[in-house]
Each structure stands twice: as C-alpha cells, then as structure tokens.
C-alpha cells in the first residue's frame, strides 16, 4: 500500500523560506514522479511543481524562480525548498505520486501539510 506523508509546514513571515519534505513507502519510488500541489482557502487546489523519476521537474509560472524540488531516491522523499515566500503562498501543500510521469494522473496524495505566510 503506497503512503505518502507530507511534513515541513509552518509559520513563516513573508520574504521568509521553508522545506518541506515528501516521503513515500510502499512504491518503487525511484520509478514514479512526485508532485506538489496546493489548496489556499476557498480555492481549487492547484499544482504547484512535481520532479520525474531523473530528476526533471516543472513548476506553475507564479513560483518560479523562488521554488525548487529535489529528489533523494535513497530516501524516498521529496524536497520542495521554497524561497521568497508570499502571502499568496498561504494553503495547504499537498504530495502525490504518479506511475505516469511529471503530467499524471497523480494516484497516491498524502493528508497535506500547512503553510502560512504572514505580511
């Protein structure tokens, strides 16, 4: 059964940074792509970044260039590293993984971590 656990959320003032982590069991981690998504209050949740097996990765336009996602397969876990947070960055993150590549279907979501970004 694949489980996947989100940790790293907090606290923290704009301008600021966090690392979240993602790991996984119960998959052959090194073969899926891990994704990150995201849901603020009252909205749709949103894909956030998401790596490849090796290593490739894409982002949405509105975190370029402040997050980065990387990937540790001897640990099976995922690391968003987010800089220059926002208020806007404010929701609850979420981690999934998918057989299928960076584009999905995304079959397996963790329970999700919060981050809040004060002004």
Do not use: H
Request: net charge neutral.
């Amino acid at each position: 059964q694949v489980q996947v656990v989100e940790s790293g959320g907090g606290l923290v003032q704009a301008g600021g940074s966090l690392r979240l982590s993602c790991a996984a069991s119960g998959l052959t981690f090194s073969s899926y792509a891990m994704g990150w998504f995201r849901q603020a209050p009252g909205k749709e949740r949103e894909f956030v970044a998401a790596i490849s097996w090796s290593g490739g990765n894409t982002y949405t336009d509105s975190v370029k260039g402040r997050f980065t996602i990387s990937r540790d397969n001897s640990e099976n876990t995922v690391y968003p590293q987010m800089n220059s947070l926002k208020p806007e960055d404010t929701a609850v993150y979420y981690c999934a993984a998918s057989r299928s590549g960076l584009k999905g279907p995304y079959d397996s979501w963790g329970q999700g971590t919060q981050v809040t970004v004060s002004s």
